[in-house]
């Protein structure tokens, strides 16, 4: 799960990280008031959940008030990469001596948490991994000895020579790395982590994305969850326990499988149709979901056609079965769907289906074939 | 032959008296796994369809010899199920259970490694090595005894490669599972370095998906030590960036993870990549056939050559 950066650094304040003063704003009269209130220069930025927003014009210096007023009018509202702002952080403004990076990831080749640290930090530091990746120092943690303190001196001497503002970088490194495994993240950055004129070492920006496994643990994170920055769809598939994604297709897909139901989205498009989504109804056997899910697909306007593909493991094809004619009972659709049921209980599966007289097929290369056809694409 | 699993496979299973627990522990005994014993903390004493129950591993272990574990025990518990095996002796563990910490996976992982153990796993299917032995959930009637080995990120995407095999009469020596987290105890190498070395099998398939680089390097890794055939395929061509399809693994994040960069990696590696699964039995038949014809003209006409000539060629190579 992705967090905005205010919710990061209300995170990281907690464990002690120092973070310029900052709130957010959903009105250009808040964003004014927030302003006067700290009655200083203020950032104002938007809160959406993509890399790039100062590139996009999604993060403005405010010299008072009223300008602050002025673009938080601009920003809000404003479309980044397909996202629209409907939150600012007003924060105070730094003056910026230096810009460094600070990220910790967990990485999967190690299968160690990796601390990412470099002076070149700021807006372009994706093209400084890429250009000169010399310029990135690397330090893969020992899960269970966890973090020493020489080991955050010796990753702060590489962004600064003076002591005082190494400690205080060690500091935050240190305090970061707690962060990381508190919070259950599998990514925390701080970019850029900046020197003002005083000597502060301060992060400026903040970003975490937290593992959805560990949510379950992570009341106060969940919590944080921004209903607004996902698709309606989406949040009604994890309401019924569907793994879901959106996309642009006119193909609905209904799969048991996570990779068998990208193989058949990428036989969609092998065939020239495009998927209209990802849906994986997952192990269990539950009738109910497969309702769900067809009511999901149902209700966005461009699907065309809708393919159900299981290959029984666990799940058993005739509680599909069920499901499927359930759906159909309660839903009527006016989509066509054709189904392909292999595996456990699939002779049981094909006489419940027998009751709704949906096209059927054996294989997955026909059971796509067929979806396309009765979209009405042309092959 | 087979690899991680066979006849002497002697099993525990961790969380026999849960629902999927108990209802795989019977599927496993019934398909000729020699499932010794089975663990429910509580449940000591007892037995389920024959299988006796016990509170602990240790005990488990101490009263039957098991060398195997798989877990079916809920999320929450699964980390300290697989500390509790490995603990008890036990070498191979398999997790079966989906929606396990990461972080604390990169824990476990490296405790397992400091062991001396094998984890394959989280959230994975399993393995099974036809008429010998099954650990986890692989339906069984759709596995056929024979010499391809099967390697996957992926479940139900496996039982459907694996039956376009078993269709075409070609069977398998060992399918493994290995699951589609970021942080997973066997990986691709693992797998084909073990197939490599397993005289029963003759070629290979691997199923990838997107997200990390695992495909990559193991094409990497067959280029350098696989003289089997290897033939692949990648899910996720479709895929969008920045969103989770499923796997926790699976997500492609700046840019890395693509499928178009796995299959040029695997063709550079000199292994085709399946468009479907349905495609793989015969993109087998080929390769297999082109290695045997490699095979054939590298031996027959330099027969009459002097040796020191085609050892010059060897070294030039290098």
Not at chain 1, 127 to 141: D, N, Y
Not at chain 1, 291 to 297: E, K, L, R
Request: charged content about 25%; some cysteine.
């Amino acid at each position: 799960m992705k967090i905005h950066e205010y919710q990061a650094k209300q995170i990281f304040a907690a464990a002690g990280i120092v973070v310029p003063e900052g709130d957010i704003a959903t009105t250009p009269i808040e964003a004014y008031d927030l302003a006067v209130k700290y009655n200083k220069p203020v950032m104002v930025k938007s809160q959406v959940h993509v890399g790039g927003r100062g590139k996009a014009g999604g993060i403005k210096y405010a010299e008072n008030a009223e300008a602050a007023k002025v673009l938080a009018t601009q920003i809000l509202g404003m479309d980044i990469k397909g996202l629209t702002v409907k939150k600012v952080l007003v924060t105070v403004a730094e003056d910026i001596i230096s810009e460094s990076y600070v990220g910790i990831i967990l990485d999967r080749i190690t299968k160690r948490p990796v601390i990412m640290v470099s002076a070149a930090g700021g807006v372009d530091i994706e093209e400084v991994a890429a250009k000169t990746p010399e310029k990135i120092f690397k330090l893969a943690v020992d899960p269970i000895a966890g973090l020493k303190p020489f080991q955050a001196r010796n990753l702060a001497y590489k962004l600064y020579r003076d002591i005082t503002q190494v400690r205080k970088a060690a500091n935050i490194i240190m305090k970061l790395y707690k962060s990381f495994w508190e919070s259950d993240a599998s990514l925390v950055e701080i970019n850029p982590l900046i020197t003002n004129t005083g000597g502060d070492v301060i992060a400026l920006d903040a970003k975490m994305n937290i593992d959805d496994n560990c949510l379950f643990r992570q009341a106060d994170i969940e919590a944080m969850r921004d209903l607004d920055a996902e698709d309606s769809s989406e949040i009604a598939a994890r309401k019924a326990d569907l793994s879901f994604v959106k996309l642009d297709g006119s193909i609905g897909c209904i799969v048991n499988g996570a990779g068998l139901a990208m193989a058949t989205m990428d036989l969609v498009k092998r065939y020239g149709a495009e998927p209209a989504n990802f849906l994986d109804i997952g192990g269990s056997s539950n009738p109910q979901k497969v309702v769900d899910a067809v009511n999901i697909i149902l209700s966005d306007a461009n699907v065309k056609a809708i393919l159900i593909n299981i290959f029984g493991g666990i799940t058993r094809c005739d509680d599909v079965a069920n499901g499927i004619v359930e759906a159909i009972k309660q839903l009527q659709p006016e989509v066509p769907i054709v189904v392909r049921l292999t595996g456990t209980n699939e002779k049981e599966a094909a006489k419940i289906l027998k009751k709704v007289n949906l096209p059927s097929e054996d294989t997955l290369d026909k059971v796509v074939k067929k979806a396309i056809e009765l979209a009405g694409i042309e092959i | 032959m087979s690899i991680f699993i066979n006849k002497r496979t002697k099993l525990v299973v961790q969380g026999i008296t849960g629902r999927d627990g108990s209802l795989h522990a019977k599927q496993m005994k019934k398909y000729g796994t020699n499932v010794v014993a089975g663990v429910t903390p509580g449940k000591g004493n007892t037995k389920l369809s024959g299988i006796p129950v016990f509170n602990t591993v240790e005990e488990a272990v101490a009263k039957t010899k098991a060398n195997t574990s798989v877990i079916y025990v809920p999320p929450v518990f699964a980390i300290d199920a697989i500390y509790e095996a490995v603990d008890a002796g036990i070498k191979l563990v398999i997790c079966i259970t989906e929606g396990v910490s990461a972080n604390d996976m990169m824990k476990v992982y490296q405790y397992v490694k400091e062991q001396g153990a094998r984890l394959i796993g989280p959230n994975c299917p399993g393995l099974i090595s036809p008429g010998e032995s099954k650990v986890g959930i692989i339906p069984g009637n759709i596995v056929k005894k024979g010499n391809i080995g099967v390697v996957s990120r992926s479940g139900t995407l496996t039982y459907e490669a694996i039956w376009a095999l078993t269709s075409e009469g070609m069977g398998q020596s060992s399918c493994v599972g290995i699951g589609g987290d970021q942080v997973i105890g066997t990986n691709f190498i693992d797998c084909l370095e073990a197939f490599e070395a397993d005289r029963s099998t003759k070629a290979i398939v691997m199923l990838g998906e997107i997200g990390g680089s695992d495909e990559e390097d193991a094409a990497k890794y067959i280029k350098k030590y696989v003289t089997k055939p290897v033939v692949s395929f990648i899910a996720g061509q479709t895929a969008p960036a920045g969103k989770r399809m499923g796997h926790a693994g699976a997500i492609i994040s700046g840019g890395s993870g693509l499928a178009v960069d796995k299959i040029k990696a695997l063709n550079k590696a000199g292994v085709p990549v399946a468009y479907s699964p349905t495609e793989i039995p015969g993109l087998i038949k080929e390769q297999i056939k082109k290695f045997a014809d490699k095979a054939k003209a590298s031996k027959a006409p330099k027969k009459p050559a002097v040796k020191k000539v085609a050892k010059k060629k060897t070294t030039k190579k290098k």
